[in-house]
């Protein structure tokens, strides 16, 4: 029987929400207008609320009161799709250089306080967004707030600085691409499905562009989209909804709102025949890697798509792993995903063989097998369990306040709307 702990439905009108609103925005005006855009039903008795300033800033609250803890998200509507051939990696580098400090807080000091509040904190960056956050006591989120206000606007960056971590960016290229046959076939397939459209960029960007990269591009990259109107706050756990969103208000209010420039796509030439690539690598059996554009996060058949993946490839029941690994034992692993983006979608097939076969035999069963199920569809008994395996891995991925946040914050920077994940 398939798991529903968690339910989403239209929020019964409340006032207080968007009393506090109203309240906050009179004591601190130049937040104004104070907005609460909308809210949902989370489980049985808490409330997801999205409130926006004046100058575009969104916040995502969801008070959780369970635990003495909460956590707090930044999330950027900027990634490696806003960058250009010849520019690669400055989104991922730039995620490095927010740690470098600002004059009221430099890194030292930045690192020390979060350290003595018993915080951890780090940050990710993908195509579509990049997200730094803050797990701490509750007691303590006003820390967070303030040292997140502060470098959002005030990063004070030096040629040195740059210099030190683009070395740092390097190494990383290096180990996660250069070194690591994995890497550069990922890669590799994303420049294949993605020729001329931004989502072929590698997040890491390359040896040549980095070193390109000038400590004016970093800066103006800085200014462009590190503004309040890009900006997500998720805050989950143990705080008071208004006054976190006065806390919000008096750190974020004066901050000017900024106009982002388009995301310019190159017109694409229909793909009309299959790609393929054969790579040399330094590997111990051969590989397959394998992909097929799909539909972006907010299309109705991505959750199909979820539904084939968890058919063809999540288990030892699934298709696939049964026969490349049980029945022909041709193969070691095999493994399918779809990676839901905010312009774009990529279906991504990935298998490891055994000793002395050839990924070829991959290849031939898993496109016999996808036409197949197209043909004919999943099964009733394989569509229950696709069912629960799929609201499964979703409760697992709600099991802490920072999982909840990043559910909630990834679902509304990909697909423009937090509620879609219910």
């Known amino acids: 029987m398939a798991m529903t702990m ?16 109203e309240q906050v925005q ?35 609250l969801l008070t959780d009161m369970s635990v003495p803890l909460v956590t707090f998200h930044t999330w950027f509507g900027v990634g490696s799709r806003v960058e250009h051939q010849g520019r690669t990696g400055i989104a991922h580098l730039f995620e490095h250089l927010m740690f470098k400090g600002t004059k009221a807080h430099p ?9 003595e509040a018993g915080a951890r904190n780090n940050a990710a960056t993908w195509m579509d967004w990049t997200c730094y956050y803050e797990d701490l006591p509750a007691s303590e989120l006003a820390l967070a707030v303030r ?24 190494n990383e290229r290096e180990f996660r691409v250069e070194h690591d046959p994995d890497g550069k076939l990922f890669e590799e397939l994303f420049r294949m499905v993605y020729p001329t459209h931004p989502y072929g960029h590698p997040t890491l960007g390359t040896i040549k562009d980095l070193d390109r990269l ?9 200014k462009t989209y590190y503004g309040p109107s890009n900006a997500t706050l998720v805050v989950v756990g143990a705080v008071d909804p208004e006054e976190t969103l006065r806390l919000i208000a008096r750190a974020y209010g004066d901050k000017p709102a900024v106009e982002l420039p388009p995301v310019k796509i190159a017109v694409e030439l229909p793909q009309t025949a299959a790609k393929t690539r054969e790579m040399h690598l330094a590997v111990a059996t051969e590989r397959v890697k394998m992909a097929w554009r799909a539909v972006p996060a907010d299309h109705p058949d991505a959750a199909a ?18 026969i490349l690994l ?13 990676e839901a983006l905010a312009l774009d979608g990529i279906f991504l097939v990935d298998v490891v063989m055994n000793e002395g076969e050839s990924a070829r035999k991959a290849y ?5 097998e996808i036409a197949r199920l197209g043909r004919e569809g999943p099964t009733e008994p394989e569509l229950a369990r696709a069912r629960n395996h799929l609201e499964s891995a979703f409760q697992r991925s709600l099991s802490s306040f920072s999982s909840r946040a990043t559910q909630l914050g990834g679902y509304h920077l990909t697909t423009g709307d937090y509620r879609r994940m219910f």
């Not at 000038?214 to 800085?222: G, V």
Request: with cysteine; charged share 30%; glycine share 4%.
């Open 214 to 222: 000038t400590l004016q591009d970093c800066l103006t990259f800085y």
């Open 364 to 368: 031939d069963i898993v496109r016999s």
């Open 107 to 115: 890194h030292e000091v930045f690192d020390r306080l979060l350290e």
């Open 326 to 338: 049980e029945e022909r034992q041709i193969a070691s692993d095999v493994d399918g995903s779809l």
């Open 26 to 60: 009179k004591e601190v005006p130049v937040a104004g207008p104070i907005r609460l855009l909308d809210s949902v039903r989370y489980g049985t008795d808490k409330e997801v609320l999205r409130f926006r300033l004046g100058n575009g800033l969104q916040i995502i």
């Open 6 to 21: 968690i339910t989403a439905q239209a929020a019964i009108a409340k006032t207080a929400p968007a009393a506090w609103a």
């Open 147 to 170: 040292l997140e206000s502060d470098r959002m606007t005030n990063l004070e960056l030096t040629q040195a600085m740059l210099d030190a971590e683009r070395e740092v960016v390097k």
């Open 305 to 322: 798509l979820d539904v084939v993946t968890e058919v063809l490839f999540a288990n030892e029941s699934s298709r696939l792993d049964r």
